[in-house]
């Protein structure tokens, strides 16, 4: 399993960009399904962008457009740049993998997480 640690979060106002980063150890991580999911205040987690080991990806309806997800494999770290940032967006960011899975938005997939780090949006 891979050791996950998100950075990169804080507070911005609407139609800014801030930018995520998580920084991987623990295995080569080429191979893994990796991505980014949040979880709003009183809400359930949710998929936010994935890729895979082949660099396929797959975005949620509500981001598509608007966040970047991308593999820096010079250093070991998963990237998701948020432009024209809303107050829906306020959650806990959370970033995950797995070996054994592809291309999947559902978190109840992922057997590796972070801590996350906070993303607040005011209007």
């Known amino acids: 399993q891979l050791t996950l640690v998100e950075s990169g979060g804080g507070s911005v106002q609407a139609g800014g960009s801030l930018r995520l980063s998580c920084s991987i150890s623990?295995?080569?991580?080429?191979?893994?399904?990796i991505g980014w999911f949040r979880q709003p205040p009183g809400k359930e987690r949710e998929g936010v962008a994935v890729?895979?080991?082949?660099?396929?990806?797959r975005y949620a309806p509500s981001v598509k457009g608007r966040f970047i997800i991308f593999r820096d494999n010079a250093k070991n770290t998963l990237v998701l740049q948020m432009n024209s940032l809303k107050p829906e967006d306020t959650a806990m960011y959370y970033c995950?993998?797995?070996?054994?899975?592809?291309?999947?938005?559902?978190?109840?997939?992922?057997?590796?997480w972070g801590q996350g780090t906070q993303v607040t949006v005011s209007s």
């Open positions: 995950a993998a797995n070996k054994a899975i592809k291309g999947t938005l559902d978190p109840h997939d992922y057997n590796s």
């Open positions: 623990g295995d080569t991580y080429s191979s893994y399904c």
């Open positions: 890729t895979d080991g082949d660099g396929s990806k």
